[in-house]
Antibody, heavy 119, light 110 residues
Framework: QVQLVESGGGVVQPGMSLRLSCAASGFSFSNYAIHWVRQAPGKGLEWVAVISYDGSNKYYADSVKGRFTISRDNSKNTLYLQMNSLRPEDTAVYYC????????????WGQGTLVTVSS | QSALTQPASVSGSPGQSITISCTGT?????????VSWYQQYPGKAPKFMIYEVSNRPSGVSNRFSGSKSGNTASLTISGLQAEDEADYFC??????????FGGGTKLTVL
């Protein structure tokens, strides 16, 4: 069955960096665009970034543009999110989510990994 | 990239119907039929309930339906059940090749 498992979250100080991973299994990873979506504690969902199936296209939310980089390694069935210059407002659970057939909705989500930015 | 507008909360009694609105602009909701809806229980990952405005994936109850008029999409839940109590989020594709979510609506079943 389709599985997405995030890892790499933790507590970091403002200004520091962190890299999240999302390990995929149960489907042909290289055929799907994958997104990062985050949710601050007690808040709503916020779309973060997307990468196309082959990594050639990447788009970001204005709130993370220039600080976060999305990438993927199709040989390892893994998605990444490199987060630099972290701010307290980046504190959230970060989910990876599969986009179904370029139809701009998420049919599978991971369980999320918590990132806390605090001094 | 302003969030889509949803009511913060709605409520209804078992058996009743409720509707959650999701208002955007012509650059997102109004410009594309790529509105989706997600249900989220506390501490859990979201689950998709409606895609492309009004399509329901297999396994989702037919009590859930979606529609759109202009820049506003809607999710209707009929025959409310206690298990429907959750947070609901809408999402839309945008003209910037990005996605945007609504702020979320907490549904309380009285």
């Amino acid at each position: 069955q389709v599985q997405l498992v995030e890892s790499g979250g933790g507590v970091v100080q403002p200004g520091m960096s962190l890299r999240l991973s999302c390990a995929a299994s149960g489907f042909s990873f290289s055929n799907y665009a994958i997104h990062w979506v985050r949710q601050a504690p007690g808040k709503g969902l916020e779309w973060v970034a997307v990468i196309s199936y082959d990594g050639s296209n990447k788009y970001y939310a204005d709130s993370v543009k220039g600080r976060f980089t999305i990438s993927r390694d199709n040989s390892k069935n893994t998605l990444y999110l490199q987060m630099n210059s972290l701010r307290p407002e980046d504190t959230a659970v970060y989910y990876c989510a599969r986009e179904w057939q370029q139809r701009h909705y998420f049919d599978h989500w991971g369980q999320g990994t918590l990132v806390t930015v605090s001094s | 990239q302003s969030a889509l507008t949803q009511p913060a909360s709605v409520s209804g009694s078992p058996g009743q119907s409720i509707t959650i609105s999701c208002t955007g602009t012509s650059s997102d909701v109004g410009g594309y039929n790529y509105v989706s809806w997600y249900q989220q229980y506390p501490g859990k990952a979201p689950k998709f309930m409606i895609y492309e405005v009004s399509n329901r994936p297999s396994g989702v109850s037919n009590r859930f339906s979606g529609s759109k008029s202009g820049n506003t999409a809607s999710l209707t839940i009929s025959g409310l059940q206690a298990e429907d109590e959750a947070d609901y989020f809408c999402s839309s594709y945008t003209s910037n090749n990005t996605l945007v979510f609504g702020g979320g609506t907490k549904l309380t079943v009285l």
